[in-house]
């Protein structure tokens, strides 16, 4: 349990920086505005929702023993889709930053993923 904990604070900080180096990026493509920082905003916290829910699920089926993954995955497929969604219908939202997000935990467990059987 205090793994998931420290992943997710670990994957909190990385979204963080990610969030801040693709901002910097886009200020020279789009120049400043506010349409990247709230996709990006709107896409983290989907994404971090989504990662609280999956703990909750994967707590749930080490301590009762049940895996009752669908509703879980679909609630989180939910999640992603209306980020998306949010992302295409909301004229102050940029629909690449909001989703762009969604893809960090991919990136983020896969390096670490990396770094731990590097220096084992």
């Not at 493509?29 to 996709?39: F, R």
Request: glycine fraction near 10%.
């Amino acid at each position: 349990m205090h793994e998931l904990q420290k992943e997710l604070r670990f994957s909190a900080v990385c979204t963080l920086v990610l969030d801040v180096l693709v901002w910097v990026i886009s200020l020279f493509v789009c120049g400043l505005g506010t349409a990247v920082p709230l996709g990006l905003a709107l896409g983290s916290a989907g994404m971090y929702g989504n990662l609280l829910l999956l703990r909750r699920s994967i707590l749930q089926a080490v301590h009762n023993g049940k895996t009752r993954t669908l509703g879980g995955y679909l609630l989180r497929c939910g999640i992603a889709s209306a980020v998306m969604a949010a992302g295409l219908l909301l004229e102050q939202v940029d629909a690449l930053s909001a989703v762009l997000p969604l893809l960090y935990p991919k990136l983020i467990f896969g390096i670490l993923a990396f770094h731990s059987k590097k220096h084992s």
